[in-house]
């Protein structure tokens, strides 16, 4: 079978300070097929390659399409949006016929103008390859389900865990159902139960991981062939925010006395939104946080600086914790993976070894807090660090990077936005944190995957930012109301 493969995504947050357009894109890498076989791109094709290879598995004839992934930031440039948008339709064009679409994308994408991307492409997708082509969608588990989406997919997913390790696993699973679909051996259809609530849900603890752990046991259940847990994105600000439950359930097998796609979407949002409150991960506040870090025993504890986390839309430069430390007297400590291109280009010009006064992060405005002023010295400088990427393991360049230590703490500064996944952040930059007490990364949750297994403790600081997890107090203009925790709700 001929199938069109191509991968457009953006985590967007409508309160991010970052704007976004097709250098955002750019500077992660884009593929397009003028740059030559896809097999020979695989790290430009990110997630998409594992739908390639399972093509080449089984001997269909993939075609792949435009490839781009951004940092989350501010909706997307108009002009930009529609440009990648375009050039993604026209090779699905210049592809047909097919007998199936995979596309990868986030499911919370946003640009000016357009509210629901994701919605808007497939729509388009569908009238080019009308009615009877399985369309298979995988998405970020903080997808914002729209109407539209369901409307014209196939079949929709998502990863089921946060740190998103399972990418892989679930594009095979897509790539199964379309070609069973797309062979006649069944007929899916798509039931979404929106659950009003909006929050970040760890799945490798309690009660989330027995929770999914259920829905997995309930796609066993006759007729029912997908279960996603849509989280939601908090920080989109559209009607569509928020999380929900698709069922995916065969019409053949329903017909013939399956299970009840609509009961059971509806069962479990229930049992979603009774979670609410307890799948939460606990937060401490700035101060309290550096007390129990302080205070714990021996080993490296970890400070989860999720506020700042670039990965949900932070600018990564905050200096509220960093300060914090500083006016204690923390020492033998590491931070990063600090934003700030202008300060690396400072510490390239002055060397290694130079010992120079220096004025970081702080620079994208009031929530990344006042700028630090320090006396630096310029401990490593590094052209090609990289770690691998939680998605797909592929690298991930973080641009050049800059070590610099200011009393007794080792701060990693780096030009390419993005969190830190694994301790190779650190020391592909020239930092080893486990030699350090306390190590302070910007991420929400995705470092778990990394550095989880050696932590002496992990601890979770809601430090002012961006990212903070106080939702009365962002600025919500669109959002469907009532909305836990906005509001009192049931369901």
Known sequence: MKCYIAFLAHETNSFSPVPTDLSSFEEIGIY???YGPPDEHLELLKGAADFL???????DRPVVGLCALAQPSLPCLARDYVAMRDELLAGLRAASPVDMVFLMMHG???????DDCEGEILARVREIVGPGVPVGVLLDLHCNVT?????????????????????????????????????????PRMTFERVPMLGLFQTQREPMRSFVDATRAAEKRPGVLSITLAHGFPWGDSAHTGAGVIVVADDAAAAAGGADAEALARELGRDFFALRESAQVPLLGLDAALDSAVSH?????????????????????????????????????????LWDPEAVRIAFAAGEGAVIPMRIGGKLGPMSGDPL???ATIRCLRTDAAQPHIADGGPASLGRTAVIETDG???????????????????????????????????????????????????YCDAPGTLSSNAKGRPYRRIQRPIWPLDDVTM
Not at 53 to 59: D, H, K, T
């Open 53 to 59: 290879l399972e093509a080449r598995r089984r001997g």
């Open 373 to 375: 002023d320090v006396t």
């Open 409 to 459: 703490i080792q701060i990693v500064m780096n030009e390419i936005r993005q969190q830190p996944f694994h301790p190779a952040a650190f020391a592909s930059a020239g930092v080893d944190p486990w030699s350090k007490r306390l190590v302070v990364v910007k991420s929400s949750i995705h470092f778990n995957a990394g550095f989880a297994e050696r932590a002496a403790a992990i601890i």
């Open 32 to 34: 397009r097929p003028s």
């Open 297 to 337: 025993p021996p080993g490296t504890v970890i400070i989860a600086d999720m506020s700042d986390n670039p990965g949900g839309g932070a600018a990564s430069d905050s200096t509220f914790l960093l300060r914090a430390m500083l006016a204690r007297g923390v020492r033998d400590a590491a931070v990063g993976l």
């Open 147 to 187: 109407a539209r989406m369901i409307e014209n997919a196939t079949v929709i997913m998502a990863c089921r865990e946060y740190p998103h390790i399972d990418f892989a696993e679930r594009a095979m699973e897509l790539y199964d159902l379309l070609a069973r679909a797309a062979a006649g051996r069944i007929r």
């Open 108 to 114: 919370s994408m946003m640009a000016q103008g357009c």
